[in-house]
């Protein structure tokens, strides 16, 4: 795939590929797609992790596309079958996504984008509206997490307040 401008698919469609069958460029079956792991910096899927003769494997999703209930990648099967093991079943590492994507022949960069993908100034152009939407996004989830804290603990002390306020009542009913 050398020279080849690579494409990744949009979250919301990978996000649906969970449970879906991936096969090869060749159409044969590698496995079930059980985890999809999207770029730190794009927020773009990247990743998909597959039960391969019994362990976890990650198959590049650069230009994965769906095909009926299949997800087709652009990798053989036998590459996959043969993919170095998954460090983190939670996080690709930078430095493990550069050796597989090497074990699959794709082309890496550091400089060219977030993702270590070359890419063209349009794609350039998406990722960075990608990765300021991603960054927005996890401000407003930290502002809603604080909101829900500021609320719970106010309901938690009027709880405690009550059950005190009640222990301490009780408390005096029973010694005169």
């Known amino acids: 795939m050398q020279g080849r401008r690579a494409g990744l698919p949009d979250l919301g469609?990978?996000?649906?590929?969970?449970?879906?069958?991936?096969?090869?460029r060749d159409g044969?079956?590698?496995?079930?797609?059980?985890?999809?792991f999207t770029d730190d910096d794009t927020g773009l899927p990247e990743w998909a992790t597959a039960d391969v003769r019994g362990r976890p494997v990650l198959v590049p999703l650069v230009d994965a596309v769906e095909s009926g209930p299949r997800v087709r990648v652009v990798v053989r099967g036998v590459d996959v079958a043969g993919a170095p093991q998954a460090q983190d079943d939670r996080h690709v590492s930078?430095?493990?996504?550069?050796?597989?994507?090497?074990?699959?022949?794709?082309a890496y960069s550091r400089a060219g984008s977030g993702s270590g993908?070359?890419?063209?100034?349009?794609?350039?152009?998406?990722?960075?509206?990608?990765?300021?939407?991603?960054?927005?996004?996890?401000?407003?989830?930290?502002?809603?997490?604080?909101?829900?804290?500021?609320?719970?603990?106010?309901?938690?002390?009027?709880?405690?307040?009550?059950?005190?306020?009640?222990?301490?009542g009780a408390g005096r009913a029973r010694h005169p």
């Open 28 to 36: 044969m079956e590698i496995g079930i797609c059980r985890t999809i």
């Open 117 to 168: 993908l070359p890419v063209g100034p349009a794609e350039a152009q998406r990722a960075r509206h990608l990765a300021a939407t991603r960054e927005a996004r996890r401000r407003r989830t930290l502002v809603l997490a604080l909101e829900a804290a500021v609320v719970l603990a106010a309901v938690v002390g009027a709880v405690v307040v009550r059950r005190h306020g009640a222990a301490a």
């Open 94 to 106: 930078v430095e493990e996504e550069e050796r597989l994507y090497r074990h699959y022949g794709i």
């Open 13 to 24: 469609s990978a996000q649906g590929w969970a449970g879906r069958i991936l096969v090869d």
